[in-house]
């Protein structure tokens, strides 16, 4: 029974080349099961109707929509905004709001209403859309615009590229390719909007920049899974299917998908044997156990820079049961050192400081002028808005910017 | 699912409606799609007109095994006790097959409250996978279970008890420290209460864990803190002095506090 990626749309008139995976479907491993929970406003319906599995008989005479459109923003579109003055930052032509180029707009995300109104000339085929989301990867490196305004251009537009490509029903490699780079940058956006927020509320972008993230990795998952006869292993995937495993860390907090254990039983025995997903199933051992010791030295001498990315919230939260533990359970008239301190959490000591501070805490001095953490206090409480970024040590040599 | 809602509507029929949503969970467990079950339990659970108890009791132990299964999934292990308890208690004791896959995954989610299963029901059933794990919790032998757990790997993962399993840790740890306290006791016991680290990394080292002082001061501070041991640790002497009364709190049927 082969499997396809039903789409919605058809065209009457293009027959191209259609890239139907050969699908390891005997195995039930092949199946869309991974349903991050439909917040469902935002799921596209090509999204959605890929998890469905008719076989009707009309249903196989459809085939996927051929784009043609040669630019990277369909030219009825670009004239459209252009007109209503509807162009991104990026999109304007020496900063004029009415005027763009073919070489600067980009096409718009946009809810198909009804997969019967997509024309082929307003979706991009495999090369357009492989230079479209190069050009986008490129703007992240401009200096001119802060973050957000970047992060939200590149957000909105590479979620057009990723309709584009399900519309088409691309799933080869090069689909694979375009995800992994896609994930990446969601990855990385997540720890960059984290660090630009203040408060402790998790702001809006930062928000549905993750649901894009875990819709673009059960995509990519779904991709890895439709390749696996003609390509067991790929490069990087042993890495990005840790992503899911650090996502989940938490068991208690709401359950996104599939709970970890689900997840785990189809997940190919390379994969689980591979040194990415061996870091990932440690980190998740001494999460689950409290043992924050072992967690960020792990962390510290294992992590990649998109798993740190991705597990860089847990490690606040390791910190703060650390220092619980260390407050609550060691001997009131034995202060703690601030630089053993400083070893346990993996800090500066100037930020260890700051960090009891934080929770309320007050440090001393003793005669050495060493300085000292009195455990027991009774002023210890939570910090009431979101802690600040702190250092994390053994960890500068991953500070560089990755290649996208 | 329309089945389902002609079941609902007519008197007679609505006996048929839990066989059917058995079916539907074998189905989407076969499938991999077990997200979908979580409507099908809506339905059943919340809508008046079903009584559950009017169901026949072959559909209502084959109900209460997945959704205790689905309950293993997301590690709510009181809840998962109850229903796989309840499955157990009125399956019919002729089918042994049955019995074997209630407890399958009723053995981790009672490990996970304290409660050990005797040797005889794991040799009966054939879930001597189980054996060493019970072993280890039995002796505070951590060796014993990180083995166990890895040469049952791929087993455990694909049932999905795996993560459960590893969560035992804590318990074996516990049981290690109370056996270094009793023999503490025996030779001194006006000295019991206080454990040097040292007695610890040394006791460790010997079970071939290869951990750092750092590291077991960590765990001993988790111990304390989810209050499987009762007492406070001494940073400059390294010792952990222990509560007189009751060092080491049984789990009295509920799971490890986070």
């Known amino acids: ?404 | 699912m329309k089945v389902f809602g002609v079941l609902a509507g007519k008197g007679s029929k609505r006996v048929g409606a839990l066989y059917l949503t058995c079916q539907l969970f074998k189905i989407y467990f076969k499938l991999g799609t077990v997200h979908l079950c979580r409507s099908v339990i809506r339905s059943i659970e919340t809508a008046r007109i079903f009584d559950f108890e009017e169901f026949p009791k072959r559909d209502k132990v084959t109900y209460m095994y997945y959704t205790g299964r689905l309950e293993v999934f997301n590690e709510n292990f009181p809840a998962a006790d109850q229903k796989l308890s309840y499955a157990l208690i009125n399956c019919n004791p002729q089918s042994e097959a049955n019995i074997r896959m209630i407890l399958k995954y009723l053995i981790p989610v009672k490990l996970s409250i304290g409660i050990l299963p005797k040797d005889w029901l794991l040799e009966k059933y054939n879930l001597v996978e189980y054996s060493n794990i019970v072993q280890a919790l039995r002796r505070g032998d951590l060796r014993l279970l990180r083995h166990a757990l890895e040469e049952h790997e791929d087993q455990f993962l694909r049932s999905g008890v795996y993560l459960v399993l590893e969560k035992l840790e804590l318990q074996v740890y516990q049981r290690l420290f109370k056996k270094i306290y009793i023999i503490q006791k025996q030779k001194d016991p006006s000295k019991a209460h206080q454990m040097k680290l040292d007695v610890i990394v040394k006791a460790l080292k010997w079970l071939e864990m290869d951990m750092d002082v750092d590291e077991v001061e960590c765990i001993v501070a988790i111990l304390i803190h989810k209050n499987l041991v009762k007492g406070y640790f001494a940073h400059k002497s390294k010792v952990v002095v222990l509560s007189k009364q009751d060092p080491f709190p049984k789990l009295n049927g509920k799971p490890v506090n986070s």
């Open chain 1, 1 to 404: 029974m082969e499997r396809r990626h039903h789409s919605q749309s058809h065209s009457q008139r293009q027959q191209g080349r259609n890239h139907f995976s050969s699908s390891s479907s005997n195995q039930s491993r092949s199946n869309n099961r991974f349903s991050f929970p439909k917040s469902s406003s935002s799921s596209s319906s090509a999204n959605d109707v890929r998890d469905r599995r008719r076989e009707t008989q009309e249903e196989k005479q459809e085939e996927a929509i051929v784009g043609t459109c040669p630019f990277m923003c369909p030219e009825a579109e670009r004239l459209q905004r252009q007109r209503l003055r509807d162009l991104a930052v990026f999109e304007r032509l020496h900063g004029d709001p009415r005027n763009s180029s073919p070489a600067l707009a980009v096409k718009k995300f946009c809810r198909t209403m009804s997969a019967k109104e997509v024309r082929a000339s307003d979706v991009r085929p495999l090369p357009v859309l492989e230079e479209t989301l190069n050009y986008l990867l490129s703007l992240l490196d401009s200096t001119e615009h802060p973050f957000e305004v970047i992060h939200d251009f590149v957000f909105d537009r590479t979620r057009s590229v990723r309709q584009d490509l399900i519309m088409q029903n691309i799933v080869n490699d090069k689909a694979i390719n375009m995800f992994e780079k896609i994930v990446k940058f969601h990855v990385i956006s997540h720890h960059k909007l984290r660090s630009s927020c203040s408060s402790s509320s998790i702001s809006p972008l930062h928000y549905l920049n993750l649901e894009q993230l875990t819709k673009a990795l059960t995509s990519l998952y779904n991709l890895y899974e439709a390749n696996w006869s003609s390509k067991p292993i790929h490069e990087k995937e042993a890495e990005f299917r840790s992503f899911y495993v650090l996502l989940h860390l938490d068991s208690n907090g709401q359950p996104v998908g599939e709970s970890l254990s689900l997840w785990f039983r189809h997940v190919p025995s390379p994969i689980i044997k591979s040194k990415e997903m061996w870091f990932a199933r440690q980190a998740l051992r001494y999460f689950q156990m409290g043992n924050y010791r072992r967690f960020l030295s792990t962390v510290a001498a294992e992590a990649s820079y998109l798993q740190y990315c991705i597990i860089e919230p847990y490690i606040d939260e390791v910190r703060s049961l650390a220092l619980c533990c260390i407050h609550n359970c060691y001997y009131k008239l034995h202060p703690y050192p601030l630089g053993h301190l400083s070893k346990v959490l993996m800090m500066e000591e100037s930020d260890v400081e700051l960090f009891c501070n934080a929770y309320g805490l007050q440090t001393c001095i003793d005669e050495l002028g060493n300085k000292l953490l009195p455990t027991k206090q009774t002023t210890f409480c939570r910090p009431k808005g979101g802690l600040q970024n702190y250092s994390f040590l053994g960890f500068q040599q991953l500070g560089r910017q990755i290649e996208l």
